[in-house]
């Protein structure tokens, strides 16, 4: 792999579609990746993933064509080196107050001289190979897809600095947390969100930088892509399951009234 799928699609200006992922599952990775969605998010963060774990998903994203990234628990050196030996395609940092954490970040995805991530020309990410030098495929330093996460009001307030962060590919509006920041109480309606999301993704793309945020519903999506986002993340894999499955009973327990004209409990 010479070039990372999501880069090129975004530089053609298409917009890409994911979802978040915390069940620790290559079978369940697999089965999303077939759907056709451009990338899954690993979370380390709020899901249970481990290294063992992040290995399988990888593998089983990238066999059916869906880009792997992982969100890493934090601005943490080694989890972001092993979660890239391992051959994701890229990265999403949490918890980044400010550009300083910013910086760290994108800097633990690059080799030196744009970084400081450790190099190992024996993991996956290198074929196995041993490679005469770190400049092409997954080792060359354009190939990560590195982002982080606005999602408290003094990342709010850093976000024109955390635009200039070199190699910095995408930020994502981290809704709930700003919800509760802000103190709307989780509510992602409040007009303080939305006022924030709206401010915040013309700011990022007129960085040059991706803009990334939720959008559940087709609804979602076309205000999303009115505003200017063009990295859409499909809620996350639990809820989508439990969603599905909560409609299918009720349909069943709507279609038993009407076959019995008996409520079921």
């Not at 979370?43 to 792997?68: N, V, Y």
């Not at 993991?123 to 005469?132: D, F, M, Q, S, V």
């Not at 109480?185 to 999301?197: C, E, K, L, M, S």
Request: net charge negative; charged share 15%.
């Amino acid at each position: 792999m010479l070039e990372n799928p999501l880069k090129t699609k975004l530089a053609r200006d298409e917009p890409i579609l994911g979802i978040w992922s915390i069940i620790p599952s290559p079978i369940l990775a697999e089965v999303i990746a077939t759907s056709g969605l451009d990338f899954q998010i690993l979370d380390m963060e709020h899901g249970p993933f481990d290294l063992l774990a992040l290995d399988g998903s990888i593998r089983a994203c990238e066999t059916a064509g869906c880009s792997p990234i992982v969100r890493v628990p934090g601005v943490a050196p080694f989890v972001i080196q092993s979660v890239l030996d391992l051959g994701a395609h890229g990265i999403v940092v949490p918890q980044v107050a400010d550009q300083q954490a910013a910086s760290v970040a994108v800097q633990c995805a690059k080799y030196a001289p744009d970084g400081t991530r450790g190099y190992n020309p024996f993991t996956r990410a290198a074929l196995y190979k041993n490679p005469p030098n770190n400049q092409q495929g997954k080792l060359d330093n354009a190939f990560g897809f590195c982002s982080v996460i606005i999602e408290s009001l003094s990342a709010y307030a850093a976000l024109d600095q955390i635009l200039e962060v070199p190699g910095l590919d995408m930020v994502y509006l981290g809704v709930y947390d700003m919800a509760v920041a802000m103190g709307c109480r989780g509510n992602t309606h409040d007009p303080q969100v939305t006022a924030f999301v709206n401010t915040a993704i013309p700011r990022i793309r007129k960085a040059g930088k991706a803009a990334g945020m939720m959008a559940m519903s087709p609804t979602d999506m076309a205000r999303a892509l009115d505003l200017g986002a063009n990295v859409l993340v499909y809620g996350v894999d639990t809820y989508v399951i439990h969603r599905s499955l909560r409609e299918a009973g009720e349909a069943f327990r709507g279609c038993a009234v009407q076959t019995s004209g008996r409520a079921l409990t």
